[in-house]
């Protein structure tokens, strides 16, 4: 997976991302990318996942998760919206950025000190993932997840 990179969102990349798709299953999850690359929020960054050169993926940081989550202090971030295009699920892409992710957003937010995340208690792939990137189970749920009750894993900076 050497070729596999992060970067942020730049208009060159919006078509290419539009044409990302989940499977079925998973949009209750994540969405699809086309649902959320056309909402401009100042507190959401859209970062894009490339192999190579080709968007494969993406996610979102909410620089404002604390907000609408008390688990959350104003030093963390929130990562949502992670998804990998369905022709490309498989090969390792989604643990390999998990473990790009502390280095990464490190660099591109130098200021905050974790990442936090909700991953739903169905989504056991989804939370391995995380897990084997460097997260850590907080041992705590929310139960006001939009698809049931959730894991609360978070991603130390510092």
Same mark, same amino acid.
């Given at each position: 997976?050497?070729?596999?990179?992060?970067?942020?969102?730049?208009?060159?990349?919006?078509?290419?991302?539009?044409?990302?798709?989940?499977?079925?299953?998973?949009?209750?999850?994540?969405?699809?990318?086309?649902?959320?690359?056309?909402?401009?929020?100042?507190?959401?960054?859209?970062?894009?996942?490339?192999?190579?050169?080709?968007?494969?993926?993406?996610?979102?940081?909410? /620089? =404002?998760?604390?907000?609408?989550?008390? @688990?959350? !202090?104003?030093? *963390?971030?929130?990562?949502?919206?992670?998804?990998?295009? %369905?022709?490309?699920?498989?090969?390792?892409?989604?643990?390999?950025?998990?473990?790009?992710?502390?280095?990464?957003?490190?660099?591109?937010?130098?200021?905050?000190?974790?990442?936090?995340?909700?991953?739903?208690?169905?989504?056991?792939?989804? /939370? =391995?993932?995380?897990?084997?990137?460097? @997260?850590? !189970?907080?041992? *705590?749920?929310?139960?006001?997840?939009?698809?049931?009750? %959730?894991?609360?894993?978070?991603?130390?900076?510092?």
């Amino acid at each position: 997976m050497n070729n596999i990179s992060l970067v942020p969102f730049e208009n060159q990349h919006r078509a290419a991302l539009k044409a990302v798709r989940v499977r079925d299953d998973q949009v209750q999850f994540s969405g699809q990318p086309e649902d959320v690359i056309d909402i401009a929020l100042p507190n959401l960054d859209i970062h894009v996942i490339l192999d190579g050169s080709a968007p494969v993926g993406m996610f979102r940081i909410d /620089k =404002n998760y604390h907000q609408d989550h008390i @688990f959350a !202090d104003s030093t *963390a971030l929130g990562l949502r919206t992670f998804l990998i295009d %369905q022709a490309h699920q498989g090969r390792g892409i989604a643990k390999t950025v998990a473990s790009q992710l502390k280095e990464y957003l490190s660099h591109q937010y130098p200021t905050k000190t974790a990442v936090i995340l909700t991953v739903n208690l169905r989504n056991s792939v989804a /939370k =391995n993932i995380y897990l084997h990137g460097g @997260f850590i !189970d907080t041992d *705590a749920q929310y139960m006001a997840g939009l698809v049931g009750p %959730q894991h609360i894993l978070k991603l130390p900076l510092i």
